[in-house]
């Protein structure tokens, strides 16, 4: 019997404004902060679970994304 309980993070990222000017290039300081946030949870995840965690990008191409 396998206890093991598998589990899915998937985060949603966008620009900071709501509706960001594509002439005025503003760096993603939410994505930034997750991003170093995540590196150090995945650290924690692998001492508690005792197998390090898979990581996977799914980018998303649309027309605002685009823009940027």
Same mark, same amino acid.
């Not at 396998?2 to 966008?14: G, Q, S």
């Not at 995540?38 to 650290?43: K, P, S, T």
């Given at each position: @019997? =396998? $206890?093991? !309980?598998?589990? !899915?993070?998937? !985060? $949603? !990222? &966008?620009?900071?404004p /709501?509706?960001?000017?594509?002439? =005025?290039? /503003?760096? +993603?300081?939410? *994505? &930034?902060?997750?991003?170093?946030?995540? /590196?150090?949870?995945? *650290?924690? @995840?692998? $001492?508690l679970?005792g &197998?390090?965690?898979w990581? =996977? +990008? *799914?980018? +998303?191409? $649309?027309h /605002?994304?685009?823009m @940027?």
């Open positions: @019997m =396998n $206890d093991r !309980i598998p589990v !899915i993070l998937c !985060i $949603d !990222i &966008e620009p900071d /709501q509706r960001p000017d594509p002439t =005025n290039h /503003q760096p +993603w300081r939410g *994505f &930034e902060r997750l991003y170093r946030y995540l /590196q150090v949870l995945r *650290f924690r @995840m692998a $001492d679970t &197998e390090a965690p990581q =996977n +990008w *799914f980018l +998303w191409v $649309d /605002q994304i685009k @940027m």
